[in-house]
């Protein structure tokens, strides 16, 4: 079983920055990977971006060139740096850590990111 704890967002105009942060408790070392989903009302959650133990990433095309996904597996610890934020970016936002040999789904407790002018 693993926990997680997000932390970093808030209300920020267009063009500016936030960083995430998503920090793994439990029984870390069965995570594959992590990562964020975010939820907007109406629409389906979508992937973000995602990172694997051996630093391998991924994005959605959306945020490609605006957001940077890393990560310490001696911190037990990832992060999403956000840049360029727009409107349309506004969604809460769920970490989680893929785990174990039955590959479940972790999710963090949601932090909510709004981009408004």
């Known amino acids: 079983q693993v926990q997680l704890v997000e932390s970093g967002g808030g209300l920020v105009q267009p063009g500016g920055s936030l960083r995430l942060s998503c920090a793994a408790s439990g029984n870390i070392f069965t995570i594959y990977n992590m990562g964020w989903y975010r939820q907007t009302p109406g629409k389906q959650r979508e992937l973000v971006a995602d990172?694997?133990?051996?630093?391998?990433?991924n994005y959605a095309d959306s945020v490609k060139g605006r957001f940077t996904i890393s990560g310490d597996n001696a911190k037990n610890m990832v992060w999403l740096q956000m840049n360029s934020l727009k409107p349309e970016d506004t969604a809460v936002y769920y970490c989680?850590?893929?785990?174990?040999?039955?590959?479940?789904?972790?999710w963090g407790q949601g932090t909510q990111v709004t981009v408004s002018s």
């Open positions: 989680y850590a893929r785990s174990g040999r039955d590959y479940t789904m972790n």
């Open positions: 990172i694997t133990r051996g630093g391998n990433t």
